[in-house]
């Protein structure tokens, strides 16, 4: 007799439901992100991805936020962005990728590091040895970075130093000098002393000290040296070339007086006033002098 066919039907139809369940099981082909997702909607799909260990739904999402423009406001967002392509990029095991991601995070943030209690121990280490590879690169970043911080500092401290000076600089000394008239009328450069001449004031004191001088010495040497009421005619000459030297002398002398004192009278100013900055408010002083009476005012 015959045996029943039904278990053989049921074999086969067991097998093809046995053969059929990991086709049922594989994962969808994800499709590509619309490109009319909202960037940060974007980056919260590929984080759910990333939960999901659907790692080729993740570069699908968030590569297009990075790749050929960042699409991203904030620093923090494209960080976040390429750690999780470099984490999909290391699962799919396409490790040049993953490495030029996690070279671009730590070009942005040297100090960033994976979260050992959340990341698997072996991407902590991918990303631990791409940090060693970079020391040299990430010492000359940190390196810029308090270059910049030391000259943002010092820009702020000379710039607060400035401020300060600049405030502090609030009194002004002004001194008035008043002028006598009397003093115009002086000889020896003292009236263009007091005008603020002072090359002339050298000029008339020498010259009047010189002329005058010889003069008197002249004036001295004669009842001196020789009997003026019996000169013998031998030192005829002598007396007679001191006595020419001590009225020339004399006239020069005096004409040089004149001089200064018209040139002082013509350049006589009443009064002068000067003016200056000072640091610190000082005390107020009376200041006298034989040209000038000054003061704080």
């Not at 990728?97 to 979260?115: F, G, K, N, S």
């Not at 000169?231 to 006595?243: G, I, Y």
Request: aromatic share 8%; with cysteine; hydrophobic share 45%.
């Amino acid at each position: 007799m015959t045996p029943p066919r039904r278990p053989r039907a049921a074999a086969a139809l067991l097998a093809c439901l046995v053969g059929a369940a990991p086709l049922a099981a594989a994962p969808r082909p994800a499709r590509a992100a619309a490109t009319t997702v909202a960037p940060q909607a974007a980056l919260e799909a590929g984080k759910l991805a990333y939960q999901r260990h659907e790692y080729a739904v993740v570069e699908q999402s968030v590569r297009p936020l990075l790749y050929p423009t960042v699409e991203l406001g904030t620093d923090d967002a494209v960080i976040e962005a390429r750690r999780l392509l470099a984490l999909a990029y290391f699962f799919q095991k396409r490790y040049p990728e993953a490495r030029a991601e996690v070279v671009q995070i730590l070009a942005m943030h040297p100090e960033y590091t994976l979260d050992r209690y959340v990341e698997p121990p072996v991407a902590v280490s991918f990303f631990e040895a791409i940090r060693r590879e970079q020391d040299d690169r990430l010492e000359a970043v940190r390196r810029r970075e308090r270059e910049e911080e030391a000259a943002r500092a010092r820009e702020e401290e000379a710039r607060r130093r400035e401020a300060l000076r600049t405030a502090e600089r609030v009194v002004v000394e002004t001194t008035v000098e008043r002028h006598s008239r009397l003093y115009a009328f002086l000889p020896f450069g003292i009236g263009q002393q007091q005008n603020g001449q002072r090359k002339k004031a050298i000029f008339f004191l020498s010259s009047e000290l010189i002329v005058g001088a010889l003069s008197l010495a002249c004036w001295a040497a004669l009842p001196a040296a020789f009997n003026l009421n019996s000169v013998r005619p031998a030192d005829a000459p002598t007396v007679n070339a001191l006595n020419l030297t001590q009225i020339v002398s004399g006239v020069a002398f005096w004409g040089l007086v004149v001089a200064g004192i018209i040139d002082a009278n013509v350049k006589y100013v009443p009064t002068v006033t000067r003016t200056r900055e000072l640091p610190a408010r000082p005390r107020a002083r009376l200041t006298i002098s034989p040209f000038s009476i000054g003061g704080v005012f």
